[in-house]
C-alpha cells in the first residue's frame, strides 16, 4: 500500500483523536510525545486537532512513543466508548482453560483498558485444583452456584451474588461447590 493511500485512510479515521486519547490517557504532555518522536509540539497539536496527518514514518514515531503500534493506532472497535457483549455472545464464545474452567474474556478489543473483566464458567470435577499468583487486584461476583476461593491461608465460600476483593500477588485458586458456578472475575 503506498504511502499517500495510507494516509487517505488515516485522514477518515480522526487518528488525531486518537492519538490525542491515548496521550492523555498515559498523562502525557504534547511536549513529551514530541521530543519522544522527534516532531514539534506544533506539529503534535496539528495531528491531534486532526488539521494534518502525519506520514508514515511518523505515525511510527508517534506510536512508538505511545507505546503501542501503527496497527493500535488504527484499530476502530478499540476506539469506542463502549463494547457491548450480549449473555448469549458471552456464552457462546467461552474458551476452555488447561485448569478445567471455562472463560470469555469481555471488552478483549478496547484499546488500552484499565481492567480485564471476565465471564467465568467452573463445573464440578473439571477444574483442575491450583494456585495462581500475579500483579494487580481482583474482584469475583458469583452469579450463579457456590465455589470456594482460596486466598493466602483463608478459604472462602461464595455463594450467588457474593463477592471477594484481593491482592492477586496472594496465592490463590477456586474450586466449583455447586455441579457449576458462574462467576464474574476483574482484574486490574
Given amino acids: 500500500m503506498n504511502e499517500s ?9 480522526n487518528l488525531g483523536d486518537r492519538i490525542k486519547m491515548l496521550r492523555l490517557s498515559q498523562n502525557r504532555t504534547m511536549q513529551e510525545i514530541a ?34 503500534t501503527i496497527s ?24 476452555p482453560t488447561d485448569k478445567g474452567y471455562l472463560i470469555h474474556p ?12 471476565f465471564l467465568f464458567v467452573a463445573r464440578k470435577g473439571e477444574v483442575v ?14 452469579i450463579s452456584g457456590q465455589m470456594k476461593v482460596q486466598v493466602g491461608e483463608v478459604e472462602y465460600l461464595l455463594k450467588t451474588g457474593d463477592s471477594l476483593y484481593f491482592n492477586s500477588v496472594q496465592k490463590h485458586g477456586i474450586m466449583p461447590v455447586s455441579d457449576e458456578v458462574t462467576y464474574l472475575d476483574i482484574f486490574v
Avoid at 493500535?72 to 474458551?95: D, M, S
Fill in 106 to 117: 469481555y471488552a478483549s478489543g478496547y484499546h488500552a483498558k484499565k481492567m480485564q473483566p
Fill in 72 to 95: 493500535g493506532l488504527l484499530e476502530h472497535e478499540g476506539f469506542l466508548n463502549a463494547i457491548h457483549v450480549t449473555k448469549k455472545k458471552a456464552l457462546e464464545n467461552l474458551t
Fill in 5 to 13: 493511500l495510507i494516509e487517505e485512510q488515516l485522514e477518515k479515521l
Fill in 129 to 142: 485444583p491450583h494456585e495462581l499468583s500475579h500483579e494487580g487486584e481482583e474482584f469475583m461476583y458469583v
Fill in 35 to 68: 521530543e519522544a518522536s522527534e516532531l514539534s509540539k506544533s506539529m503534535i497539536s496539528k495531528i491531534e486537532n486532526n488539521k494534518a496527518v502525519p506520514s508514515v514514518a511518523a505515525l511510527v514515531k508517534i506510536a512508538r512513543s505511545l507505546g503501542t
